[in-house]
């Protein structure tokens, strides 16, 4: 059973930073690509960005290119998304997930539709 915790959502002003970490359960993690989503309230889910199992892969939404960077520590089962810059429209609750799959080296995936485990996910809010 894969098991994926976030943490590190919060308060932030626009224009501030967040580091949200996500923890995954199992040996197997290195095996995995891992994505980032997020749901603003009232709104469909959307991949925010992706890392493949080697993180010789990474991929971005246009929303958050050049304000985001993923990382993932495969000795810490930890896959790392750094915000900054962030803006009132990057609130909502972020979510990591995985499809479980045992993928290349070079697959990662932004589609929500294709996840099969996912985390509780953190809120991030951005107000003054």
């Known amino acids: 059973q894969v098991q994926l915790v976030e943490s590190g959502g919060g308060l932030v002003q626009p224009g501030g930073s967040l580091r949200l970490s996500c923890v995954v359960s199992?040996?197997?993690?290195?095996?995995?690509?891992i994505g980032w989503f997020r749901q603003a309230p009232g709104k469909e889910r959307e991949g925010v960005s992706c890392i493949s199992r080697s993180a010789a892969k990474t991929n971005y939404a246009d929303s958050v290119k050049g304000r985001v960077t993923i990382s993932r520590d495969n000795a810490k089962n930890t896959v790392y998304l750094q915000m900054n810059n962030l803006k009132p429209e990057d609130t909502a609750v972020y979510y990591c997930?995985?499809?479980?799959?045992?993928?290349?080296?070079?697959?990662?995936?932004?589609?929500?539709?294709?996840?099969?485990?996912w985390g509780k996910g953190t809120l991030v809010t951005v107000s003054s």
């Open positions: 997930a995985t499809d479980g799959g045992i993928r290349s080296n070079y697959y990662c995936n932004l589609n929500y539709n294709d996840m099969n485990h």
């Open positions: 199992g040996s197997t993690f290195g095996y995995y690509a």
